[in-house]
């Protein structure tokens, strides 16, 4: 299996792919998944298999292969991240450019129309602000119509207080 990580890393540092014949002579071909030990490369040859996954993919994509939510990059992706390797999301803009998959390299599914990496994290940003905003407009109606239901109940019962003293009934 080192073969494989060497073939990805080497198309990710080159960003070349190797010719037609090779990929099924070494078992490129549909391959949907990452032999274990892919989290003990270092740093660099991590960023490398992230990029040769991406230019693989993109080529099984535009040979009418989809890979879709199944993809590696987004798990390599992660692993970069937690790494603390991409602080400036400069490598995941360049997947997220570059790819068809728009499961690369955040997972998200969709990208609600970001063409970068950086427009996708504001709308999300913009998106989990909206939804505090709305949470917090809708618990303030759910107080105010306490409120007024308190309110109307406390009318009532006043109203009721007047007419049975008017009526005799309380003195």
Request: glycine share 6%; charged share 35%.
């Amino acid at each position: 299996m080192k073969e494989y990580f060497d073939i990805l890393i080497e198309i990710g540092r080159t960003g070349i792919l190797p010719k037609e014949d090779y990929f099924a002579e070494h078992s490129l071909k549909k391959r949907h998944f990452l032999p274990e030990g892919w989290k003990l490369l270092d740093n660099e040859d991590l960023i490398n298999l992230f990029r040769g996954l991406v230019v693989l993919e993109e080529f099984w994509f535009s040979s009418g292969e989809r890979i879709g939510s199944t993809t590696d990059t987004k798990f390599v992706y992660r692993e970069i991240e937690k790494r603390q390797l991409d602080s400036d999301h400069s490598i995941g803009n360049w997947a997220f450019v570059l790819s068809s998959n728009p499961y690369v390299p955040l997972d998200s599914g969709n990208r609600h129309g970001a063409q970068t990496i950086y427009e996708y994290l504001e709308w999300q940003s913009n998106y989990h602000d909206r939804i505090t905003t709305e949470k917090i407009d809708a618990d303030i109606r759910k107080e105010e119509k306490k409120r007024l239901k308190a309110e109307a109940h406390a009318e009532r019962l006043r109203r009721k207080e007047i007419r049975d003293q008017e009526l005799g009934y309380k003195k």
